[in-house]
């Protein structure tokens, strides 16, 4: 029963990175939440404006443009679906703010403070909507991610256990115009940049894990 459990739950994550995969996505969220989304393990640095940080870090933004940054997903052997590939080509939302700030940092890198945390630690006891949930995270000191955030995270984080983490970032619309927010994950040895849709009323499950900025007067 292990073994063929194992297996639907690949083919299932594996739909969900390659299509989007709307029925799935819900069914793996009620049935397998618990084994994709592990509880990530407690340290000591913590983010002083919020309470429950899991794990907070710095990550290095800059020195690629929006065109470039995709390239260098693919030259690291990374796997992007469909999705996100749209969300890459989205000119309004993803490549001119991106390429914007390239041009501000004149070739120089940017390092944002980072945290992530559980959707609970933020106080919520049911699951809460995208609305509610960037709301909150907002009260408790932290910013959404510039979308960029994402594809760099996925060039550094080549040691991600199994399982996916989100990015709070405001949504990017994809090829057919919906929302979406970028996922990290590992499927076995595959590591994928995926996306999740992200209307403003869709709820978030209280385990699933999300990456925010700390503000920077905060960090």
Request: net charge positive; charged share 25%.
């Amino acid at each position: 029963m292990g073994i063929l459990f194992q297996i639907v739950r690949r083919n299932l994550m594996y739909d969900i990175l390659v299509s989007g995969g709307y029925a799935l996505a819900v069914v793996l969220g009620l049935v397998a939440v618990y084994y994709l989304c592990r509880p990530v393990r407690p340290v000591a640095s913590r983010c002083p404006a919020t309470q429950g940080i899991s794990m907070s870090e710095s990550l290095k933004i800059g020195g690629m443009t929006a065109e470039e940054l995709e390239e260098s997903l693919d030259r690291e052997k990374i796997h992007v679906s469909s999705y996100s590939r749209s969300m890459f080509k989205n000119k309004k939302q993803f490549i001119q703010p991106v390429n914007e700030r390239e041009k501000e940092r004149r070739g120089e890198t940017e390092t944002l403070a980072l945290v992530r945390l559980q959707v609970r630690d933020l106080g919520f006891t049911s699951p809460p909507t995208t609305k509610e949930l960037f709301a909150r995270a907002r009260e408790r000191g932290l910013e959404l991610c510039p979308p960029e955030t994402g594809p760099y995270l996925r060039l550094k984080d080549k040691d991600q256990p199994s399982g996916w983490y989100f990015i709070g970032m405001e949504p990017v619309a994809d090829s057919v115009g919906h929302p979406r927010v970028f996922f990290l994950a590992r499927l076995e040895s595959e590591l994928w940049l995926g996306s999740y849709w992200a209307s403003p009323d869709i709820l978030w499950h209280l385990d699933y894990q999300f990456v925010f900025r700390v503000r920077k007067s905060d960090s």
